[in-house]
């Protein structure tokens, strides 16, 4: 079964850097776009950063300059690199990507379970 499998979440002081990663499991034909959301407690769910196949990318404006998304196509992984971490971003962060299977031959997207990041002193 696919499913994505997310790391890397965790406690930081405002200022401070953390990395978060998806991984993409068997049963892979193709992955399209990748991305990252986030929810914060009491608010929706929303894009922090998504790629394309073409390694083009979109962000949200609250993370430009500070965040960067890179994916890996051989080992079916996303990437987000978090710099200069503010108490804001604190949420939930969630990885996306849009699969297309090998058995059955079939198109899904996915979500992951979520690492929580926490920016505080």
């Known amino acids: 079964q696919v499913q994505l499998v997310e790391s890397g979440g965790g406690l930081v002081q405002p200022g401070g850097s953390l990395t978060l990663s998806c991984a993409a499991s068997?049963?892979?034909?193709?992955?399209?776009?990748m991305g990252w959301y986030r929810q914060a407690p009491g608010k929706q769910r929303e894009l922090v950063a998504v790629i394309t196949s073409a390694d083009i990318t979109n962000y949200a404006d609250s993370v430009k300059g500070r965040f960067t998304i890179s994916r890996d196509n051989a080992k079916n992984t996303v990437t987000l690199q978090m710099n200069s971490l503010k108490p804001e971003d604190t949420a939930v962060y969630y990885c996306?990507?849009?699969?297309?299977?090998?058995?059955?031959?079939?198109?899904?997207?996915?979500w992951g379970q979520g690492t929580l990041v926490t920016v505080s002193r």
């Open positions: 068997e049963n892979i034909f193709r992955i399209n776009t």
């Open positions: 996306n990507a849009a699969i297309v299977t090998i058995s059955p031959h079939r198109y899904l997207e996915l």
